[in-house]
């Protein structure tokens, strides 16, 4: 057991979850082609400076600042870099058009085609997900177990995951960012109600007709009306910032709320495309070994609040 880190007749709707499984997932590899950077730490944080992080690969590096507000994920990754535990892992697991995710220490010295994904520390992070960070591209966030079994979303202590993604447009994200369990669940007691008995009759007839996009498009049209008299939140509607960064740089929002987004990349976006182009295999590790080194150094909050 792991420590924890101290410090009916209704037709089913397309429930975007399907890439939400358990992010989880390295290698010492023999690329030859570059060397390791000098890591350069510092014992004590200097006042008035603040941490930034270089993940360096063979494609480049990306440059992270953590978020303050959450501490607990942030302490344990510079913890941990400043410990080298990230050096020679690899990105074990690369899903183009959603993530890149790495951190596994079983990784470090896997053979080829060897399953990861499922190494990790003797603790795990309490959540710490909060409504300010979202899934943009870039978005830095811990992996975690599947809702079955981690029902409070706590974190892995290692293993992270860092969104490419893709944009959306404007009505798509609204799809991701609706509850159809709920949905149905409450379209079901309002064609119930008399007082909606229009609604109903509507439906049925749709149902008569086995016009099954019609019936969607009818509880659609019925969820302001159904939030509104239930007084429930059956959509996760974004903010203008939100709206614009899935509309432009793209991100994955059906992830929002459910894992702890700790950093962002502010340089070096590209290299997220350029790891997430590699072939991989049937369990989608890449074919050739994507090996990290992660450096951390302080530099004055000014340069990071930019």
């Known amino acids: 057991m792991q420590k924890k880190y101290k410090k009916n007749r209704i037709p089913s709707l397309l429930i975007l979850c399907g890439l939400a499984f358990v992010l989880f997932s ?36 990306m440059q992270v600042v953590l ?20 050096d020679s892992l690899l990105f074990h697991r690369v899903i183009k058009g959603f993530m890149i995710q790495g951190g596994d220490p079983d990784s470090r ?68 960012r609706t509850d159809y369990s709920k949905v149905n669940k409450y379209f079901s007691a309002l ?28 509880m659609k049209k019925c969820i302001p009306l159904m939030e509104k008299k239930y007084k429930v939140k059956l959509v996760d509607r974004l903010n203008k ?20 987004v700790f950093g962002q990349v502010i340089d070096g976006l590209d290299i997220i495309d350029s790891l997430s182009n590699q072939k991989v295999d049937k369990r989608k590790r890449p074919i050739q070994d994507l090996k990290m080194w992660v450096e951390i150094e302080e530099v004055p909050m000014t340069s990071l609040r930019k």
């Open 241 to 260: 910032e939100e709206m614009k960064k899935y509309t432009s740089v793209g991100g994955a929002p059906f992830l929002d709320q459910k894992y702890t």
């Open 191 to 218: 064609i119930e109600d008399p007082e909606y008995a229009n609604i109903a009759t509507a439906y049925a007839t749709l149902n008569e007709r086995e016009d099954v996009q019609g019936q969607k498009r009818l």
């Open 26 to 61: 390295c290698n010492d590899g023999g690329d030859g082609d570059w060397e390791r950077e000098k890591i350069v730490t510092t014992k004590v944080q200097n006042e008035g400076d603040d941490f930034l992080v270089k993940i360096h690969t063979k494609y480049g590096s």
């Open 109 to 176: 010295f896997a053979s080829e085609g060897e399953s990861l994904g499922q190494g990790g520390l003797d603790y795990i992070l309490p959540a710490e997900i909060t409504e300010t960070h979202f899934h943009q591209k870039g978005a830095l966030a811990m992996a975690r177990k599947g809702d079955n079994v981690n029902p409070d979303l706590e974190s892995n202590a290692g293993q992270f995951y860092i969104v490419q993604g893709r944009a959306y447009r404007k009505k798509d994200l609204l799809e991701t």
């Open 67 to 86: 978020f303050d507000d959450t501490p607990i994920h942030k302490e344990n990754f510079i913890k941990l870099a400043k410990q080298h535990y990230y």
